[in-house]
């Protein structure tokens, strides 16, 4: 089954920072494009961030001016620095290669959040 790798969750005072990492390395195409989500207990999939290979990045309202998504082609690596954290930050974040998309109608929600990867927690204490 092919996976990306998410690390660099953890806990983290409001107002504090995280930087989370993903290797697609493992997959066996070049993704068009990469992107975050997130899930907290008893809410569902929501898109966080993405990014194409041109460089091109989508954010949602709730992140905008807080959260950074990049990327390293050579590494097959993508990031995501987190700052200015709340609480409301806090969920299971997944990395995604190819986030659904519907001409259109923009980003659709996934099937499942963890279809892509087991996800990593950032926890954020007021």
């Known amino acids: 089954e092919v996976q990306v790798v998410e690390s660099g969750g953890g806990s983290a005072q409001a107002g504090g920072s995280l930087r989370l990492t993903c290797s697609y390395s493992?997959?066996?195409?070049?993704?068009?494009?990469m992107g975050w989500y997130r899930q907290a207990t008893g809410n569902e999939c929501d898109l966080v961030s993405t990014?194409?290979?041109?460089?091109?990045?989508y954010y949602t309202d709730s992140v905008k001016g807080r959260f950074t998504v990049s990327q390293d082609n050579a590494k097959k690596m993508v990031y995501l620095q987190m700052d200015s954290l709340k609480p409301e930050d806090t969920a299971l974040y997944h990395c995604?290669?190819?986030?659904?998309?519907?001409?259109?109608?923009?980003?659709?929600?996934?099937?499942?959040?963890?279809?892509w990867g087991q996800g990593t927690q950032v926890t954020v204490s007021s």
């Open positions: 990014i194409r290979g041109d460089g091109t990045t």
């Open positions: 995604a290669w190819d986030p659904p998309y519907r001409p259109g109608v923009g980003y659709v929600p996934p099937a499942r959040c963890s279809y």
């Open positions: 493992s997959l066996p195409f070049e993704p068009s494009e």
